[in-house]
Nanobody, 115 residues
């Protein structure tokens, strides 16, 4: 079993920055990849960024150049640094840890960007 807990969401003005954290616990050795997803009201959950065990990163086109995903293996934590935020980035952001046999979601953290 793996548990993931997100933190760092909040309200920010357009152009501002936020850093989200995803802390994993439990059988973290089984995790292959950790991803950040987001879901705005009335839309499907979408993958924003991910990082795997070899530090290979993926970014959605909508966030390239503005968001940076990183990890601190000593803390079993993955970060999402979000810069130049736009109102369309407003969503609940979820962390997902994909392990060998299953995937684990966090509870989500709200990010609201005001114009």
């Amino acid at each position: 079993q793996v548990q993931v807990v997100e933190s760092g969401g909040g309200l920010v003005q357009a152009g501002g920055s936020l850093r989200l954290s995803c802390a994993a616990s439990g059988n973290t050795f089984s995790i292959n990849i950790i991803g950040w997803y987001r879901q705005a009201p009335g839309t499907q959950r979408e993958l924003v960024a991910s990082i795997d065990g070899g530090n290979r990163r993926y970014y959605a086109d909508s966030v390239k150049g503005r968001f940076t995903i990183s990890r601190d293996k000593t803390k079993n934590t993955v970060y999402l640094e979000m810069d130049s935020l736009k109102p369309e980035d407003t969503a609940v952001y979820y962390c997902r840890a994909d392990a060998v046999l299953d995937g684990y979601w966090g509870q989500g953290t709200q990010v609201t960007v005001s114009s």
